[in-house]
């Protein structure tokens, strides 16, 4: 590899392994500055209830358009941000730039209107989290029973006994804890004993496969009916048919998300709700 200075790297070889890692450094070099430089900001996909219909709440979605990389999707920079320790400071501005919009938002979609944000397991492990989480709420004056922090499987499963604390101490503060992604990791009915997990939000992967995959089907009303039995609340996401969202409805899911019921948004955008 030649470097050309600055923060220009050139490779011989683009799509190889050298051009990936070139690639990887670019990115990782950019997002350092991303917060400061303001090219980070957050959309917001509704959640809806499937017998209402109404939106209930929204989830803020990171976004990053960087002058010379262009957008860079979440898919790519979460984990290099979660890699280099940056998702802390990426998961501020995140929370921050969502309570901010709350308000805007709840007078779109109605006062009782929740808001969910992702969180990393990088984020679990800080003890300060439940601390900074309440900074921010207060800041913008949200009571924390209006937010949701969404964490997946594999994140809770690193929580071992030490950091189970900062999980307690948000779900003692009135915050909500949501289980993403569900069923692609172990889905181990001891994660849903020893957290306390409020709903799962069941992976698209098999949303994608419904109605036609019966093996999706099957698993899909499995864990439904094991949430349902620990009295979760289960949200359906990746709807992109009326067809799914039917099923998932029959089925017992209380809450859809999805292209079909609007697309991810900024604030500044006209809502997108389609009627399911
Ligand atoms: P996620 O939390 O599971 O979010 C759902 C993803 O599915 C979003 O992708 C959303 O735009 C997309 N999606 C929603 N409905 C549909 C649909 O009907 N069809 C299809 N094909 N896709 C749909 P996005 O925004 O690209 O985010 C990808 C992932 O990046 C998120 O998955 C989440 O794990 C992560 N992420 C995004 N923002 C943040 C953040 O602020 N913090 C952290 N830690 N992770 C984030
Ligand atoms: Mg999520
Ligand atoms: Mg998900
Ligand atoms: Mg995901």
């Given at each position: 590899a030649k470097v050309r200075g600055g923060n220009t790297y050139a490779w011989a070889d683009d799509d190889g392994e050298r051009g990936a890692a070139g690639r990887r450094l670019q990115v990782e070099?950019?997002?350092?500055?991303?917060?400061?430089?303001?090219?980070?900001s957050v959309v917001f996909q509704p959640?809806?209830?499937f017998e209402d219909e109404g939106v209930v709440a929204v989830e803020a979605l990171a976004r990053w358009t960087h002058p010379d990389l262009g957008a860079v999707p979440p898919d790519e920079f979460v984990p290099i941000a979660e890699q280099t320790g940056l998702i802390h400071?990426?998961?501020a501005f995140v929370l921050a730039a969502a309570c901010a919009a709350l308000p805007a938002l709840a007078e779109r979609h109605g006062p009782g209107l929740q808001l969910a944000v992702n969180v990393s397991a990088q984020q679990l492990h800080d003890p300060g989290l439940p601390r900074r989480v309440a900074e921010i709420l207060t800041a913008h004056g949200i009571s924390p029973d209006r937010l949701a922090l969404e964490v997946t499987e594999t994140a809770?499963?690193?929580v071992d006994a030490g950091t189970a604390?900062?999980?307690e101490g948000l779900d003692a503060m009135g915050v909500r804890i949501v289980l993403d992604d569900f069923g692609t990791g172990y889905s181990s009915p001891t994660l849903l004993k020893r957290h306390p997990i409020a709903a799962i939000k069941l992976d698209r992967s098999f949303v994608d496969g419904i109605p036609d995959e019966r093996d999706d089907v099957a698993i899909v009303t499995a864990l439904v009916g094991m949430a349902k039995g620990l009295g979760l609340l289960i949200v359906a996401e990746g709807i992109e048919t009326p067809e799914q969202f039917a099923v998932l409805r029959d089925l017992g899911c209380d809450r859809a998300q999805g292209y079909l019921v609007g697309r991810p948004g900024a604030l500044?955008?006209?809502p997108d709700v389609t009627a399911a």
């Open positions: 070099t950019a997002l350092r500055s991303a917060v400061e430089r303001g090219e980070l959640i809806i209830g400071g990426i998961g809770l499963l690193s604390t900062t999980v500044t955008d006209p």
